[in-house]
Every structure is written in structure tokens, then in C-alpha cells.
């Protein structure tokens, strides 16, 4: 045993498997960086449907203010504290939820947040999201890592 660990012969397995060892290492992280990236992607397109669904709803809503009752009122209750605030921001999560998962082993969706601000005529909608991703070591979840994302719209009301 000793001559073979002592041989030239014996110490080229072992520098081999370290370089499959390494390689095999830098692979799994690429991929695991793809997935993260991936996965994403996903939670983002998912927030975009929401918001898409959510600014046809303030369409509609904005042009019922302008007609029948106060623009300005509409707009305090989109950036105040209102039952009607609430509604929207139930509605938008219900909808993330229906386009993707928020919680498995892999990842958890978190502080699914919408802010409202008003810049003239035009209502802008934030959207903000915090993704923790895990990593599955010796049996346990393990946060590996944690991305921001942020989704914008805007909503013209152009009826007036």
C-alpha cells in the first residue's frame, strides 16, 4: 500500500479525482446560479400577469372616478390605508399565487408588498417581493440565497 500511495502511479488517481472533485464542484454551483436566475424569472413573469390584471381593474376604476365621482378621492384611497386598498393587494397576491407556487423546500416567497404613488394624472404601481432560496444539506433547508424583485406599472388617466 505505501508504494502504491509512494509510486508515481499511485498519486495519479488521486490527483485525478480531486480534478473530477473540482470540476464537478464549479458545475453544480453554474447550475445552481441558472436555477436561482430561472426560478426568478418565473416568480417575476408571475408578478407581471398580477400586475397586468391589477392595472385593468385601476383602468376601470379610474375611469368610473373620473366620471361619476372625485379623481382625488380615488387616489387617496389607492395611496391611504382603505378597505379598497386592501381589496386590490388580496386580489394581486390571489393572483401571483394562482401563476406560481410562494413557498417549497427550494424557495419561499415573502413581503409580497404593492405601493401606489400619483405623479400628475398618472397612478404608479410598485410591486416588491423578497425569494429565499435553499440549499438541501445533510438533511436540512439550509438559505443559500435571497433576491429582491421589483415589478412597475404605471396607469394614464387619460378619460377626463
Do not use: W
Amino acid at each position: 500500500m505505501r508504494e502504491i500511495l509512494q509510486s508515481k502511479r499511485g498519486s495519479s488517481p488521486i490527483f485525478t479525482a480531486i480534478i473530477v472533485l473540482v470540476f464537478s464542484l464549479i458545475i453544480s454551483t453554474v447550475m445552481y446560479i441558472a436555477y436561482v436566475e430561472i426560478q426568478t424569472t418565473v416568480i417575476r413573469n408571475a408578478m407581471k400577469t398580477g400586475l397586468a390584471n391589477l392595472a385593468y381593474t385601476i383602468s376601470e376604476d379610474t375611469y368610473t372616478a373620473l366620471r361619476e365621482s372625485d379623481f382625488e378621492e380615488y387616489v387617496a384611497k389607492l395611496t391611504g390605508e382603505s378597505a379598497y386598498r386592501t381589496k386590490l393587494e388580496n386580489t394581486y397576491k390571489a393572483d401571483v399565487l394562482n401563476a406560481v407556487e410562494l413557498g417549497s423546500y427550494e424557495y419561499t416567497v415573502d413581503a409580497i408588498s404593492l405601493d401606489f404613488t400619483r405623479d400628475g394624472m398618472k397612478i404608479r404601481y410598485t410591486c416588491t417581493c423578497d425569494v429565499t432560496f435553499y440549499v438541501r444539506l445533510f438533511g436540512i433547508n439550509m438559505p443559500a440565497t435571497a433576491k429582491s424583485v421589483q415589478v412597475e406599472g404605471s396607469h394614464t388617466a387619460k378619460y377626463g
